[in-house]
């Protein structure tokens, strides 16, 4: 076989190949649309997720349930949560009470989502309320909180989910007395 008749068929198979190439970096979706399978844009499913997780972690605090609290974090965080979230002045030290808790904001941030939240903590016959600042980022599949501190201050995530958490001391919502 001559070199042409080489090149036409390279060609001819090219073409034919074509039309199943094309079809394979389709949109990814039957519907046609460059959404994912939740149905939601990428951006308002960021949100929407990390507004679940901290939401359902500031009703673990309002419950008083830390083992509820704890499984909205992720797993490098759990370390430093055991050891400091029913300690003296953990998020659910037994003389804490949360009254009330409330997300204020959720927007992109540098390390993830931020959630900012307002809490009001009491201990005896004092309330304060308090802000606290949430990272929220996607480790695989599912969203988990990888940070939180005081509020206005950029939460520190840990970089990797997957890694572990470095020492962190929980905020201190009311002095102690």
């Known amino acids: 076989m001559g070199r042409s008749h080489r090149d036409r068929f390279a060609g001819l198979a090219v073409l034919a190949l074509l039309p199943a190439a094309l079809a394979a970096c389709g949109s990814g979706g039957q519907d046609g649309g460059d959404t994912p399978p939740s149905g ?40 430093a949560f055991d050891s400091a979230a029913t300690g003296p002045n953990g998020d659910f030290a037994d003389h804490f009470t949360v009254p009330e808790a409330t997300i204020t904001e959720v927007r992109s941030g540098p390390n993830g989502q931020e959630v900012s ?61």
Not at 46 to 56: D, L, M, P
Not at 151 to 169: D, F, L, M
């Open 117 to 177: 939240a307002s809490v009001t903590v009491a201990a005896g016959s004092r309330k304060a309320a308090r802000s606290l600042l949430f990272t929220v980022t996607r480790n695989g599949a599912d969203w988990c909180i990888s940070g939180e501190v005081p509020g206005g201050s950029a939460a520190e995530p840990t970089a990797n989910p997957a890694e572990p958490a470095p020492p962190a001391t929980a905020p201190s919502p009311v002095a102690s007395q």
């Open 40 to 79: 939601k844009a990428p951006a308002e499913e960021a949100a929407a997720k990390s507004r679940e997780r901290v939401q359902a972690y500031l009703d673990a605090l309002t419950a008083r349930d830390a083992a509820a609290g704890r499984s909205q974090l992720c797993a490098p965080m759990h370390a």
